[in-house]
């Protein structure tokens, strides 16, 4: 962790067969991170898991054009969760977080968050679409679904935050020692259970408006299964909700 008096960030982009955006968009983070000083020392770090396209030979090149700046870890299996928790157990900075390689947060938004980490007001940061003055430009059935399933999420787990879902979100070190053995390797459910269990332990957690649009870039496929990711879903809630009720501190 940093010795000084501004936080560290590892800021993860986890991948997965993204070779069409992976290079632009990575320079557009990096043109934004260093275009001011938002108070906190930003490491970007990209995360390849399972692509079988030319993700990880891009991301390698991205380190060497920005030494010091872009890190580049290849995971040979697929899933988001997965090489989150792997790289966080490594991480040695103050925090660690996340935003998807498509950009769908505006950086002024990413800002905002930003700010919140160098105020030290949360130890869990959490961009949210639902909140009022957050503005969310999506496929409409994706925004019924999420809708739906932050519903029951709250009645299911006890959960205060309006958006379980959203990528982006930010873990203090502290938390992070806290919560991770708690957390089980689950696709899609990471951020669901990191919510759920902050709240249980008592840690604090906060929610920032953000501007966020869903960047398809032309015929990208959305990598959403509905009907599996949904019973997947229902299934993980039951288990965590079990996990919940039988903590005792």
């Not at 999420?153 to 930010?170: I, M, P, Y």
Request: proline share 3%; with cysteine; net charge positive.
């Amino acid at each position: 962790m940093s010795g000084n008096s501004r936080p560290s960030l590892d800021l993860c982009l986890p991948v997965y067969n993204e070779e069409a955006i992976l290079r632009d968009n990575v320079r557009r983070l990096i043109d934004f991170i260093t275009a001011k000083d938002y108070g906190l020392d930003c490491h970007v770090v990209i995360l390849v898991n399972g692509s079988s396209d030319k993700s990880a030979e891009i991301a390698q090149q991205l380190s060497k054009e920005y030494p010091g700046l872009v890190e580049s870890r290849v995971y040979p299996l697929a899933g988001k969760s997965r090489a989150l928790l792997n790289y966080a157990d490594t991480s040695l900075t103050d925090w660690w977080g996340f935003i998807d390689v498509d950009l769908s947060i505006s950086f002024e938004s990413l800002a905002k968050l930003f700010a919140v980490i160098v105020n030290k007001s949360a130890d869990l940061v959490i961009a949210s679409r639902f909140l009022p003055g957050a503005s969310c430009k999506r496929a409409f059935y994706r925004g019924i679904v999420s809708a739906l399933y932050n519903k029951l999420a709250r009645h299911v787990l006890g959960t205060t935050v309006k958006d379980h879902q959203c990528g982006c979100k930010f873990v203090s070190h502290e938390l992070w020692r806290a919560v991770r053995p708690f957390l089980r390797e689950s696709d899609y459910f990471l951020d669901t259970a990191l919510i759920a269990w902050t709240e249980r332990l008592g840690w604090r957690i906060k929610e920032v408006p953000v501007d966020w649009v869903d960047n398809r870039y032309g015929k990208r496929p959305t990598k959403i299964k509905l009907a599996k990711d949904t019973v997947n879903f229902l299934m993980s809630l039951k288990h965590l909700r079990r996990d919940l009720k039988s903590y005792r501190e």
